[in-house]
């Protein structure tokens, strides 16, 4: 406070008003500070010695170092009752407080000394009036200034706001009790109680703060020595280092605190110092773990675009790419080698209804998009289309829609739930009608490429399969029937072609359902189903379709289409 006070000794020399009066030696200096003036506008105080506090008040201003991070400055008048001039949080600017004060009009009543200082304690010093909240350490400042006793009780209240770190100087003019200051001001006495005989005399007050309360602001002479930070003390000063540092011996240079060399970091590979603490560092391919200690391996197939055409691995600092069994990793170590010799149109009927449930059902798309991993998807080669049934019969995209395996799988992904029923009939009659037409994208049957037809469901239909099954088969199409949970036996035997034990798969639940393929293998692609004397001139020809190649066409010709069939699903399944 003896900054505050230094200001006025300044406001003080000023006088009469408008001559300055320059002081020797080091400038005094406010810091940032909380500062309420409480004056009496009782009907004591006559007019001209009330212009001469106002006076007081604008060049005490004027002397101050005002803006919401330095100096906030509020005023009350008081007399029988309480005014809020301005409040701490109304002005920022200097010229605007001193309009405010040029306004003031006196009250001219009674002098309540004791409910000013109630009011400035729970209001004028509220974070809601503009006061600093505590936890910031600004100090708050109460100057009151009276010329008379008290007509209520101040000892109590005074105390009170002392209390709560409100820091109080009494300044008695005149016919003030002196008794009445000591009983407000904070301690020391001798520093906080002034009195002067008239408000005429008032420059005298100005020099008493000057030899007991300015504060020499040694740290702005620039000799201090300190590293930091120089903070001032009453007629000295010390240094202070920034966080994370601490004063060396010397008091003036700083050392940054090795806070990992204390021994309770915990990090589980490295500790690193840091001026706000220890942190924790994980070796390289490693993440720090939400715990701010544990490092975890990084997994580089999030991380990175791998590229890997089936599934990548991450291991350590690297990572590598997978192909499904039965299929090998190529030279570029990303994609896996696939049987192409095979032609076929796929169309796989999916269920959609209620009872499939939606989590199920993006089993069902992972399935789906398993299967078309092993297929040489291409104009040329392996079409595939999608329908899915529940009341309702949707082609999701038809056979001559995409021309890529990736295509095919973004579109699967996409594919919306329908809920609702199970027109399982409905959705046969659909697949041979439409969408082995060759408007939906199916070859002609003269370039004898092999139709299939895949059904997968859960339940049992709500409408008639059996006309519509036995017309597949009528139609050439090779047909599949996969079950899970509570498909029916009956139904899948009835809509699968002969024989049942080779077109009929079925699942206790979704999540065994990617097993269907490696429980089928055993019965596909029998050694009986190549005639005697064929010769295999590739690995993939059983496997897939190879046999519509030309150099194997006349032994196509003495397979039957059951044959064909579960040679192309032992290429589904043989990778």
Sequence with gaps: MRGLLCWLVLLFLLQPWESQLQLAGPRCHTGPLDLVFVIDSSRSVRPFEFETMRQFLVGLLR?????????????????????????????????????????LVPLAQGTMTGLAIQYAMNVAFSVAEGARPPEERVPRVAVIVTDGRPQDRVAEVAAQARARGIEIYAVGVQRADVGSLRAMASPPLDEHVFLVESFDLIQEFGLQF?????????????????????????????????????????????????YCSFGNHSCQHECVSTPGGPRCHCREGH??????????????CNGVDHGCEFQ????????????????????????????????????????GSKSVRPQNFELVKRFVNQIVDFLDVSPEGTRVGLVQFSSRVRTEFPLGRYGTAAEVKQ??????????????????????????????GARPRALNVPRVGLVFTDGRSQDDISVWAARAKEEGIAMYAVGVGKAVEAELREIASEPAELHVSYAPDFGTMTHLLRNLRSSICPEEGISAGTELRSPCECESLVEFQGRTLGALES???NHILWGWWRGLEGK
Aim: charged share 25%; proline share 3%.
């Design 63 to 103: 002397g101050l170092n005002v803006g919401p991070n330095a100096t906030r400055v509020g005023v009350i008048q008081y007399s029988s009752q309480v005014q809020s001039v301005f409040p701490l949080r109304a002005f920022s600017r200097r010229e605007d407080m001193e309009r405010a004060i040029r306004d």
């Design 210 to 258: 000057q030899s007991r309360l300015c504060a020499i602001d040694l740290c702005a002479e620039g000799t201090h020595g300190c590293e930091h930070h120089c903070v001032n003390s009453p007629g000295s000063y010390f240094c202070r280092c920034q966080i994370g540092f601490v004063l060396q011996q010397d008091q003036r240079s700083c050392r940054a605190i090795d």
């Design 287 to 300: 993440d720090l773990q939400p715990d701010g200690r544990s490092c975890q391996v990084r997994d580089l």
């Design 312 to 351: 990548c691995v991450s291991e350590g600092l690297s990572y590598r790419c997978l192909c499904p069994e039965g299929r090998q990793l190529q030279a570029d170590g990303k994609s896996c080698d696939r049987c192409r010799e095979g032609h076929v149109d796929l169309v796989l009927l999916v269920d």
């Design 411 to 440: 579109a699967v992904l996409a594919v919306e739930y329908m809920e609702r029923g199970t027109m399982t009939g409905l959705a046969l009659r659909h697949m041979v009608e439409h969408s082995f037409s060759e408007a939906q």
């Design 559 to 561: 397979l039957t289409l």
